[in-house]
Nanobody, 115 residues
Framework: QVQLVESGGGLVQAGGSLRLSCTAS????????MGWYRQAPGKQRELVAS???????KYADFAKSRFTISGDKVKNTLYLQMDDLDFDDTGLYYC?????????WGQGTQVTVSR
């Protein structure tokens, strides 16, 4: 059973940083793509950043220059380094992995940025 477990969320002041982690387990195969999504209250879930096994990365416009996605294949862990956070970054952050025709989600980790 494939599981994605996020951690690292919390309360931070505007301008601060957080590092999210997502540990994958239960799969003998590498994901085709992994990414971070977020959902703010009353808004739809949106892509933050994604990464391919070859290291290619894609960022949403709001994440460019402030967020960095990375992965550690040995630890089966995906990271999201978030710097210069602002109030609009508040939301529930989800880890996502696609393996063949299957899509997996973590339970989410809350990020709250105070003004």
């Amino acid at each position: 059973q494939v599981q994605l477990v996020e951690s690292g969320g919390g309360l931070v002041q505007a301008g601060g940083s957080l590092r999210l982690s997502c540990t994958a387990s239960g799969s003998r195969f590498s994901f085709n793509i992994m990414g971070w999504y977020r959902q703010a209250p009353g808004k739809q879930r949106e892509l933050v950043a994604s990464i391919l096994p070859d290291g290619s990365k894609k960022y949403a416009d709001f994440a460019k220059s402030r967020f960095t996605i990375s992965g550690d294949k040995v630890k089966n862990t995906l990271y999201l380094q978030m710097d210069d956070l602002d109030f609009d970054d508040t939301g529930l952050y989800y880890c996502n992995g696609i393996l063949g025709s299957w899509t997996f989600w973590g339970q989410g980790t809350q990020v709250t940025v105070s003004r």
